[in-house]
């Protein structure tokens, strides 16, 4: 639905302008653009989302998606702080193999 919407504001302005003439077009066509900015804005922001939501599910360590098994771990990366960390079972093996 809200990709229709540039689409039918494009459509609207097209209409005036052959009705009205071009004087009209100008602030129309700033209307047009602010809201396709809007709307690319809109779609950055649900990327950044999906991106975010797709690297909470992957292991910490070798970056492949998480499955079934994982575990949860504590690192202490810097000084006084614990970092909070997923790690897949394939990592873990190589861990413990050494």
Do not use: T
């Not at 999906?50 to 000084?79: D, Q, T, V, W």
């Amino acid at each position: 639905m809200r990709g229709y919407v540039g689409i039918i504001i494009y459509i609207f302005v097209c209409l005036i302008a052959l009705i009205k003439g071009p004087v009209v077009i100008a602030p129309l066509a700033i209307l047009h653009l602010f809201a396709s900015i809007l709307l690319l804005r809109e779609r950055i922001q649900k990327n950044k989302e999906e991106k975010r939501k797709e690297k909470e599910k992957s292991c910490s360590f070798c970056k492949k998606p998480l499955f079934e098994g994982f575990a949860h771990i504590y690192s202490n990366s810097h000084p006084g702080q614990l970092e909070y960390k997923k790690i897949c079972h394939r990592c873990i093996d190589s861990q413990m193999s050494y």
